[in-house]
């Protein structure tokens, strides 16, 4: 059936560096893109998203990259910090489902 | 203040037992959603409503029932049948736009 993936389950930083988080999607139909953040114990939290009839958005700190041509998002984070460390989910949506992905562990080092 | 609130946020369970999950919103989202997450995992959606008195399916519905008599409240009940239900358990809200927004989550574990 159709999934979202990720490309690696950890990813571990220094703080101050950027940090780029992956995600495969499979399913051509979906027109929207959700990255969310969830701490330990936490309910997910909007992050930024995407429509599909556009390739690259910024909010603070956060860029979304879009490439339909591969079926690939990407979220990057600039200085990145300690509090940054969480797992990260992208999202796609057709009509009123969201499907999951499976979460990258981001670990900010000092 | 505005949101979703979910209760209790830790529950456990003897085998064999029916537990039901509070959700309400005052958000005023049409649409709820129920999702379990495994440990390690992503979310799983396990039943969805878009409207009052309607919810659908989603991919791991077995062992689960929910209600939708008011558009504030979307209880799961979590059932015998559910073979394995320890799991964290996130209800969320949206508009029907894509975007949702969770509660904090139940932890539900089976002694």
């Known amino acids: 059936g159709e999934s979202v993936g990720l490309h690696l389950p950890t990813l571990s930083v220094q703080e101050g560096d950027n940090s780029i988080i992956n995600c495969a999607y499979s399913?051509?139909?979906?027109?929207?893109f959700i990255w969310y953040k969830q701490e330990s114990g936490k309910g997910p939290q909007f992050i930024i998203d995407?429509?599909?009839?556009?390739d690259k958005r910024q909010g603070q700190r956060v860029t979304v990259l879009l490439n339909k041509t591969v079926k690939h998002l990407s979220l990057q984070i600039a200085a990145t910090q300690p509090g940054d460390s969480a797992v990260y989910f992208c999202?796609?949506?057709?009509?009123?489902?969201?499907?999951f992905g499976e979460g990258t562990q981001l670990t900010v080092n000092p | 203040d505005g949101g979703i609130t979910q209760s209790p946020k830790y529950l456990f369970r003897k085998e064999g037992q029916n537990v039901t999950l509070s959700c309400e919103q005052n958000?005023?989202?049409?649409?709820m959603y129920w999702y379990r997450q495994d440990p390690g995992q992503g979310l799983r959606l396990i039943y969805y409503?878009?409207?009052?008195?309607?919810?659908q399916k989603g991919d791991i519905a077995e062992g689960y029932s929910v209600s939708r008599e008011k558009k504030e409240s979307f209880p799961l009940t979590v059932t015998s049948a559910q073979k394995n239900p320890t799991a964290f358990y996130l209800c969320?809200?949206?508009?029907?736009?894509?975007?949702?927004?969770f509660g904090e989550g139940s932890r539900l574990t089976v002694l």
């Open positions: 999202a796609e949506a057709s009509g009123s489902r969201l499907t």
């Open positions: 399913n051509s139909a979906s027109d929207y």
């Open positions: 995407i429509r599909s009839n556009m």
């Open positions: 958000l005023n989202h049409d649409a």
């Open positions: 409503s878009q409207i009052v008195n309607d919810f």
């Open positions: 969320a809200t949206g508009m029907n736009t894509g975007e949702l927004f």
